[in-house]
């Protein structure tokens, strides 16, 4: 079964930045990102398959940037220009060869002055 650690998250001031880091143990092939913040459902920002192409939402495109190193199997999300409308607890999300879905723990990025 996979396991998913998750590091990164934190306090951060508007237009600021921050790296989160998700590590996977087993086998997967597909990796991504994704969000809730209080009140709302959660939501994929970022996605990468193994091929090594990207999907973002909208509202994080041309500022969040996601990457992987598959010699590690670890998956990454650079956010910069960080508005408070990102505040929320971020979570590493691995697919398997089954497509089975699994998730990290969470981390809380909180955008504020």
């Known amino acids: 079964q996979v396991q998913l650690v998750e590091s990164g998250g934190g306090l951060v001031q508007p237009g600021g930045s921050l790296r989160l880091s998700c590590a996977a143990s087993g086998s997967i092939l597909h990796m991504g990102w994704h969000r809730q913040a209080p009140g709302k459902e959660r939501e994929l920002v970022a996605a990468?398959?193994?091929?090594?192409?990207?999907n973002y939402a909208d509202s994080v495109k041309g500022r969040f940037t996601i990457s992987r190193d598959n010699r590690k199997n670890t998956v990454y999300l650079k956010m910069n220009s960080l508005k408070p409308e990102d505040t929320a607890v971020y979570y590493c999300n691995a697919r398997n060869i089954y497509e089975h879905d699994y998730w990290g723990q969470g981390t809380q990025v909180t955008v504020s002055s």
């Open positions: 990468i398959p193994s091929g090594g192409s990207t």
